[in-house]
């Protein structure tokens, strides 16, 4: 009989406990000692921010706070193996969609929002299902770090060039490309974090305006759309810059700001403080489009979750409401550049004045913005897939039947499949 992973595991816990337990006996105050930790993307936005307040939050409650900072792909990775594993580390996470599977585990959080009145000041509909996350009819998600996927562009290259930059659709922006670079050889189209592979889906959801779940529930593309869209990609990256198939986020905000590339692609949050900075010589000549269609601009709605087996629900919630809330609003945009939920801070009329060149494109993608329907899974496949389509490993057709092949044996989580139906995803 073989020993496996799971019976060392339960040997150790054992262990573990009863050393806890000679522990707890032998030294009672550190017991009582109050400390929480939260799982956040590393990205230095979020985690920086979080690092921030966590002194002054230890200092008004006396709980360490130990923020866990992970990429993002392993930071999903780590919620879902902590939650499924009861290893129970963090009491507070932070994530999207992408965690439906672990939904059951959140702690509702209509009451706590009740009782402080946190819908008072947040724009308009953050808290639609879609946008904000629900289980069983109850909120478990808290928004904060508000983000709309954009397009922004070099003002004096794209007046060189003659190219008006209302592009209505993706065709538009793909036309565009080859007269920019007509005008300037050494200049390329645009620029994206096409090294980070989840990033790709950004171009494939705001081309497809098909759905994603077909009749009987299951997760399917509508295979014309979908390989109209992946013949699309397959074009727009062939106007990146040299070499430009592996960019970091930081290498495509560069090639933008020193005129590389006459559009940039990407989260604003991540590019914007960067391209305004003392000294970049692009500050004062770029602003931000309307995301092209037909489909729409993903919405980056980042959420905070309490987790179940938190022993201090109080606790977590009130460093949530730390975190999230309105008064750190306005210090975490300006310095980390976090896009705010609140609607004060886009009131605020010095900073209102500071951003007329990216700000208003930004609120009017949002309330077209949408969140994916896809589990972590599925959208894992997808972003790969397209990939593949995009650098020409495989064609568009191939790799949407693949994708559709892979999907129909992943399962729709019934949260994730009541939202598809209010947002229009489900085939009819």
């Not at 400390?35 to 008004?60: H, P």
């Not at 932070?94 to 947040?122: C, E, R, W």
């Amino acid at each position: 009989m073989k020993t496996t992973w799971f019976d060392v595991h339960r040997v150790s816990l054992g262990l573990s406990v009863a050393m806890l337990a000679i522990g707890a006996a032998a030294a009672p105050a550190i017991a009582q000692d109050k400390s929480l930790t939260f799982s956040v993307m590393a990205s230095g936005t979020y985690d920086k921010a979080a690092e921030a307040l966590a002194a002054d939050f230890q200092a008004k409650t006396g709980a360490k706070v130990t923020v866990a900072a992970f990429p993002w792909a392993i930071l999903r990775q780590n919620n879902i193996t902590d939650v499924v594993t009861g290893t129970n580390q963090y009491q507070v996470m932070s994530g999207g969609f992408y965690l439906a599977d672990i939904y059951q585990h959140f702690v509702p959080l209509d009451d706590y929002i009740k009782k402080d009145n946190m819908t008072n000041g947040l724009v308009q509909g953050l808290m639609d299902p879609g946008r904000s996350e629900y289980f069983n009819g109850k909120q478990i998600g808290f928004p904060y770090g508000t983000d709309v996927y954009g397009v922004m562009v070099n003002d004096d290259l794209l007046k060189q060039a003659g190219v008006d930059a209302n592009f209505k659709t993706w065709d538009d922006f793909l036309a565009a490309c080859s007269t920019i670079e007509s005008k300037d050889a050494g200049v390329a189209c645009f620029s994206h974090p096409t090294g980070s592979p989840e990033q790709i889906s950004a171009f494939f959801t705001g081309d497809y305006d098909g759905t994603y779940i077909d009749k009987n529930g299951h997760y399917a593309l509508n295979v014309d759309k979908a390989v109209a869209t992946g013949k699309l990609i397959a074009e727009l990256w062939k106007h990146l810059p040299k070499q430009g198939n592996a960019m970091s986020f930081d290498e495509a905000n560069a090639a933008f700001r020193d005129g590389k590339a006459a559009m940039l692609v990407t989260w604003p949050s991540f590019a914007n403080a960067f391209l305004d900075a003392d000294g970049s010589p692009i500050k004062g000549h770029w602003h931000q489009v309307s995301f092209p269609g037909p489909g729409f601009p993903q919405l980056s709605q980042w959420q905070l979750f309490m987790v179940d087996s938190a022993p201090d629900k109080d606790l977590a919630w009130d460093w949530m409401k730390t975190f999230a809330g309105p008064q750190a609003a306005k210090a975490n945009y300006e310095k980390f550049g976090i896009g705010s939920p609140w609607q004060a801070l886009y009131d605020d009329a010095d900073l209102k004045a500071k951003h007329q060149h990216d700000w208003p494109a930004k609120l009017a993608d949002l309330p077209r913005a949408q969140n994916l329907v896809l589990t972590g899974e599925a959208l894992d496949f997808l972003n790969n897939t397209l990939q593949d389509i995009a650098n020409g490993r495989t064609s568009p057709e191939d790799g949407v039947a693949a994708i559709n092949a892979a999907w129909a044996n992943f399962t729709v989580p019934q949260t994730l499949a009541d939202v598809a139906v209010k947002v229009g995803a489900v085939e009819k």
